[in-house]
């Protein structure tokens, strides 16, 4: 079965520093993998996803396969970057989401 | 997103009840997912429907029921509440139609407490 892991379940830094939040994945197949947000007081909603390639708010994230990896980074955190993040999971041709146990990020000014 | 709502927002009840959290969305989605999130846990799986016909387990599915009552809707059960099941639950729908990296849209929650 596939897993999801998120080695940080903090991750504390200042204004303008860079960010990268850790996400390992194990599945034999090929999958699609997203970076999900919770902000407080709103409710989850995707951030990106490898398949768009795309920056979303600075952040990118890139595939990994060799590494079995999907680090979501930023070179400049903002105090708004402040949330809940969640890496997941969902293997090719199947039906639904894994999720890791999220990392909370905290950017201080 | 007031697509995906959510009732009841909290709910307090005692062991052993029986209890209903329901789901709507107008979003025309085909597909929805019921969560449940613990803190260290992230969010884990308990069910799944893919067209109102379509029921499936997911992750933790134990001491859970569901009913897919049409595409807008679908609820979840605790057949005899306990208060390992105390917990924040997250209903979410997506289209199928949107193929490789659909989107999941989430409900706002509902805050359940079993004493």
């Known amino acids: 079965a596939q897993r999801v892991t998120q080695p940080e379940k903090l991750l504390s830094v200042f204004k303008g520093a860079p960010v990268e939040l850790k996400c390992n994945y194990s599945y034999s197949g090929s999958p699609e993998l997203f970076w999900y947000v919770q902000y407080s007081r709103q409710r989850l909603q995707l951030l990106l996803r490898h398949i768009s390639r795309e920056s979303i708010k600075g952040f990118t994230a890139d595939l990994n396969k060799g590494e079995t990896s999907f680090h979501l980074k930023k070179p400049f955190a903002q105090e708004e970057d402040s949330a809940m993040y969640y890496c997941?999971?969902?293997?090719?041709?199947?039906?639904?989401?894994?999720f890791g146990s999220g990392t909370r990020l905290q950017v201080q000014p | 997103d007031a697509d995906v709502t959510q009732t009841p927002r909290n709910r307090i009840t005692k062991t052993g009840k029986r209890i209903m959290l329901e789901c709507s969305q107008t979003?025309?989605?085909?597909?929805m997912y019921w969560y449940r999130q613990d803190p260290g846990l992230g969010l884990r799986l308990i069910y799944y429907s893919f067209d109102v016909k379509d029921i499936n387990k997911g992750e933790i599915s134990d001491g859970y029921s569901v009913s897919r009552q049409a595409q807008a809707k679908f609820s979840l059960s605790l057949e005899s509440a306990i208060p390992n099941q105390t917990a924040l639950y997250f209903c979410?729908?997506?289209?199928?139609?949107?193929?490789?990296?659909?989107?999941?849209?989430f409900g706002p929650g509902t805050r359940l407490l079993v004493l």
């Open positions: 979410a729908t997506s289209d199928s139609g949107t193929g490789e990296g659909e989107t999941q849209y």
């Open positions: 979003k025309g989605h085909d597909r």
């Open positions: 997941a999971l969902r293997p090719l041709g199947r039906r639904a989401l894994t």
